[in-house]
């Protein structure tokens, strides 16, 4: 492949989006978790959960903060290196971004700050409200960031105006109840919430291996096993609708990520395993698994799911739509007004086909009299590379089961073996740390390389989206990015390990003295019961 501006700025902003996005799926999920455990310690007024709330709720900080300042970074570049995207679209894709920042950041920074400074000076239904809106905010900036990535994934509510040159909103409530956008931020937040369950039983079940903090630990186990296991089963019923959502909006992405080539009969077979070739168009050594691909994609045991092959044969009918549009475009920006109306209505006939013929820009600099060779270019373009989304997907699906299955390991073990769990168990748990990360950009990978050779699928090409920026500039910024990020990773690291060792040391000795009371009532219910057993 060659190695242009183009793959360099899309180096740049996979680098930097999934640098950011490993901070994003922790503060999404912790911050429910302290939520819920400050709940617990405002209805029990036991000081144990607050000791529980302030020690997670400090490494939710710390990882808030890093991960503002990735994002905030990240998002200079749409227009630095994406300029003509954002010239393009800026006015559906700017739309949820401002309220992301007006409504959910605001709400999320304001409270983060009473929630860490508010203890002594707010009452404790006062401070438990203040918990509760940094952990919405949290969630609201993951809804708005998701329904504009889901517009560039099925781009609804929004037509090409002629005069302008751009992309213009039609209808908001098509764009924020999009059903591709609304499924992706479940299953995201949900993937964050199993992030945050598997962090918070890994750090909990090191302090049991070493014997520290035991309360905290073993109450901590339980609150992420239970919410953590409810999460993992969300993360796979919603993976399985944003398959459904695909065979609709984005059959390539569907057939690339199943290595299926060619339309198979009614249902299709999932491929369990297999080794995906591009040239020769086959899944060597596949496995399949029947039926199971036709009713996740189809929701039936009749419907076809179509093929790479077939899908670039209509790729090919809708550049040559696309062609006419673009012809049409030429005569309406030359006439503007004085346009006959014939080309008006072949516009709108082919208006929804424009961004196909948008594809031959990288072959011919006229579109509109393209050769059959660059057309068939062109259409194979369409198709991602196969083997990276086939495996991508598959490592994350496979993750996700690992969680349920662990999640429901330590659930049973907290609900009905007394807290009690195997060193070996342990010793999993704390290697398990890093998997969600692993399985979470993983699944960002699969949504976003997925959608190529488009910036917004069937409008707008990545090709003809970047800023006309040279090479030198954008390898510039790249290292740039990268020392930064690596500064600010290690910066976290360093913090997060800091704090994790040191342990729960706020509050200890009102814990300590609670507990102490807390044996004490219980010694006296069993001497209680003791007694009154001989009378009855």
Do not use: C
């Amino acid at each position: 492949m060659e190695f242009g501006i183009v793959e360099l700025s899309r180096l740049q902003f996979a680098t930097t989006a999934m640098f950011h996005f490993l901070f994003v799926p922790l503060t999404i999920g912790l911050s429910i978790i302290v939520a819920i455990m400050e709940t617990v310690y405002v209805m029990t007024n036991r000081p144990i959960w607050r000791q529980m709330t302030k020690f997670w709720g400090a490494l939710f900080g710390i990882n808030f903060a890093i991960g503002v300042a990735t994002g905030i970074t990240m998002e200079f570049q749409f227009g630095m290196n994406w300029s003509y995207y954002s010239q393009y679209v800026g006015d559906i894709f700017g739309a949820p971004l401002a309220i992301e920042g007006l409504m959910a950041f605001f709400l999320e920074a304001t409270f983060v700050g009473l929630f860490f400074f508010g203890w002594d000076k707010l009452s404790k239904v006062a401070h438990l409200a203040v918990a509760w809106l940094v952990a919405i905010g949290s969630n609201f900036s993951a809804l708005w960031i998701l329904i504009a990535n889901g517009w560039m994934q099925d781009p609804v509510g929004a037509e090409f105006n002629p005069m302008t040159m751009r992309m213009e909103m039609t209808d908001f409530w098509a764009v924020l109840f999009n059903e591709v956008a609304q499924a992706k931020f479940v299953h995201t937040v949900s993937a964050g919430y199993v992030t945050a369950s598997v962090f918070v039983l890994g750090v909990s079940a090191w302090y049991l291996l070493r014997d520290r903090h035991v309360e905290l630990a073993r109450r901590s186990i339980a609150v992420a096993a239970a919410f953590g296991l409810a999460s993992a089963f969300s993360v796979v019923l919603l993976g399985d609708e944003s398959g459904y959502n695909a065979t609709h909006s984005q059959k390539m992405k569907l057939a690339a990520i199943e290595g299926m080539w060619h339309t198979e009969p009614a249902p299709a077979a999932i491929t369990a395993f297999g080794f995906p070739d591009q040239e020769a168009r086959e899944t060597h050594y596949a496995i399949h698994i029947p039926y199971v691909m036709g009713l996740i994609g189809t929701r039936s045991l009749t419907a076809e799911i179509p093929g790479i092959t077939e899908l670039v044969e209509q790729a090919e009918v809708r550049i040559r739509s696309g062609m006419i549009a673009y012809e049409a475009l030429l005569t309406l920006r030359a006439e503007r007004e004085a346009t006959p109306a014939v080309v008006k209505d072949t516009f709108e006939l082919h208006s929804a086909d424009l961004g196909f013929a948008l594809l031959l820009r990288k072959y011919t600099d006229t579109p509109h009299l393209a050769t059959e060779a660059q057309i068939k270019m062109a259409a194979n373009d369409t198709v991602p590379t196969v083997w990276p989304l086939f495996w991508a997907f598959r490592i994350m699906a496979g993750l996700g089961f690992l969680f349920i299955g662990t999640m429901i390991y330590f659930f049973y073990r907290a609900s009905f073996k007394r807290m009690q769990f195997p060193r070996p168990a342990l010793h999993m748990a704390v290697w398990m740390i890093p998997a969600p990360w692993i399985a979470a950009e993983m699944g960002w990978f699969v949504a976003e390389f997925g959608r190529q050779p488009w910036t917004v699928d069937g409008v707008l090409p990545t090709a003809m989206s970047v800023s006309a920026l040279s090479m030198t500039e954008v390898a510039i910024t790249l290292a740039g990015f990268v020392i930064f990020y690596s500064v600010l990773f290690v910066v976290e690291m360093g913090l997060m390990l800091k704090y994790i060792r040191k342990g729960p040391f706020l509050e200890v000795a009102e814990t300590e003295a609670w507990m102490k009371r807390h044996e004490i009532r219980l010694m006296g219910r069993k001497n209680a019961d003791a007694i009154a057993m001989p009378a009855e």
